[in-house]
């Protein structure tokens, strides 16, 4: 009986085996589907046209979607102690509509000021809608977000509930009256605050963006809005007409899992095969 029984038992491991490796090419069909390879450049990028040439200027456009506009004005902050003031002051100044969708939320100092700041403007009659990723928020229950959902601020949180833990948003962009953008790498967080020469507080960089290319903006936070919304935000108090400000030229485009997040490489691939004088990479 025990000779008989070790034969099963033998006889069951080819079974065993060969059920795992059909397991494990069947996840692993699944997880290619799930994730969309990336489209990577294999060979060297030449470019006959520098990066003040026309030529230049319909490449980026073709190749990343939206297109180069003129008449924009860039503004750069660097650090805590120069961002969180440019960007608390920008939403009180707001009059019609606030959108403001960002990845890392961490409860603080910093979260009660912003909260506050967009309940104000929500309690005034500013339209107000708050994109918060899911995973980048320290706590989706807490004090300043509690203060936010007893607002009229309309707050969603990003693939809350999501199989692919990856497909986040990363953005942190915020439009004023469909007017003035910001864009950079800044957190909601106290970890930002200071100048960014302190030990254990982040250094980091954001843009103010004024004139035609704040619509780019407007709509990659539209991108996000509806698929979590499912609610079309549209019309004057979004997309205004906007004056040129400047000779500047501008572009924004999305870079994103879902889209592929091969514009950025793109980018700067031919960017710098565009290059004549100098690249400067920080």
């Keep these: 009986m025990k000779l008989l029984s070790r034969r099963k038992d033998s006889l069951q491991w080819p079974k065993l085996l060969g059920a795992a490796a059909v397991g494990g090419v069947t996840t692993l069909f699944v997880a290619r589907n799930f994730f969309p390879s990336e489209k990577k450049v294999g060979h060297r990028i030449q470019a006959d046209y520098s990066a003040g040439d026309d030529e230049f200027v319909r490449t980026m456009g073709q190749l ?6 003129k008449g924009n004005k860039v503004t750069t902050f660097e650090n805590g102690d120069e961002i969180f003031p440019e960007l608390l002051r920008a939403i009180r100044s707001a009059e019609r509509t606030i ?23 929500a309690r005034a009659g500013v339209k107000v809608h708050f994109l918060q990723d899911a995973l980048g928020c320290d706590n989706v229950h807490g004090r300043a977000m509690n203060l936010i959902r007893r ?42 605050k200071g100048d960014g020469r302190t030990h254990g507080l982040w250094r980091d960089t954001h843009y103010r963006v004024q ?25 004057d108090a979004y997309f205004p007409k906007v004056e040129r400000v400047s000779d500047d030229m501008c572009q924004i485009f999305k870079s ?8 950025a490489r793109l980018m700067l691939l031919v960017s710098i095969a565009a290059a004549r004088r100098h690249i400067r990479i920080a």
């Excluded at 990343?64 to 506009?69: F, I, K, S, V, Y």
């Excluded at 409860?107 to 909260?115: H, K, N, R, V």
């Excluded at 990003?158 to 790498?185: A, P, S």
């Excluded at 899992?257 to 091969?262: F, H, K, L, R, W």
Aim: aromatic share 10%; proline share 4%.
């Design 256 to 263: 994103s899992a879902g889209e592929g997040s091969d514009s």
């Design 99 to 121: 959108t403001f969708e960002n990845f890392l939320w961490r409860e603080g100092e910093i979260t009660d000021l912003f909260a506050a700041a967009l309940v104000e403007r």
């Design 64 to 69: 990343l979607g939206p297109p180069l506009l």
């Design 211 to 235: 004139g035609p290319a704040v619509a780019q903006i407007q709509q990659a936070f539209m991108d996000n809005w509806l698929e979590t919304r499912t609610c079309l935000l549209h019309g």
């Design 151 to 192: 607002s009229p601020v309309e707050l969603e949180v990003f693939r809350f509930m999501n199989l692919i833990m990856n497909f986040r948003t990363h953005r942190k962009l915020l439009v004023i009256d469909g007017q003035t953008g910001y864009i950079g790498g800044t957190g909601i967080a106290d970890d930002w």
